[in-house]
């Protein structure tokens, strides 16, 4: 699997980060053979509530939103979507006295793992959601120093 990134607006990312948290999940979440890309897109809040209200029918911006797309058996698929709004990602590494790059990873690790099926709308696949999040932003850690 491959993964493509999209700006739609000015950040920087940690791009080296990125592609290890990447291939984290995958080798850790990804069936054996599964091809494809996913899109990984940095937006607005504008576009991301835009979004939010068309798909989820929730009229209000959000962090991060995760979209499925093609099955991931062929090369030219694209597996999935990552949309996550800059606007929002700032203002949440402020409220949490983390920076802007670790807010995008934890962000990005969030919605690869809401492709592979994982999902927090009830308490105890929340909290399984939760700790593969934290599992694969520790391995980052480790792999860092």
């Not at 980060?17 to 080798?27: A, C, N, S, T």
């Not at 939103?65 to 996550?84: A, H, K, M, T, W």
């Not at 959601?129 to 480790?142: F, I, T, V």
Request: with cysteine; net charge positive; proline share 3%.
């Amino acid at each position: 699997m491959r993964l493509l990134t999209f700006r739609e607006c000015k950040t920087r990312l940690p791009a080296g980060k990125i592609r290890r948290l990447f291939e984290l999940v995958v080798d850790g979440e990804a069936d054996p053979g599964w091809q494809g890309s996913v899109n990984l897109i940095l937006t607005t809040d504008r576009r991301i509530r835009k979004l939010n209200r068309e798909f989820l029918g929730k009229d209000s911006a959000t962090d991060v939103l995760s979209f499925n797309i093609d099955d991931p058996q062929s090369r030219r698929s694209v597996f999935g979507e990552i949309y996550i709004s800059v606007d929002t990602a700032a203002r949440q590494a402020r409220q949490h006295g983390a920076s802007l790059a670790r807010e995008y990873l934890r962000l990005i690790g969030h919605g690869l793992l809401h492709l592979f099926g994982y999902d927090h709308e009830k308490k105890r696949p929340a909290a399984r959601m939760r700790q593969r999040e934290d599992y694969y932003l520790s391995r980052l850690e480790e792999g860092a120093s």
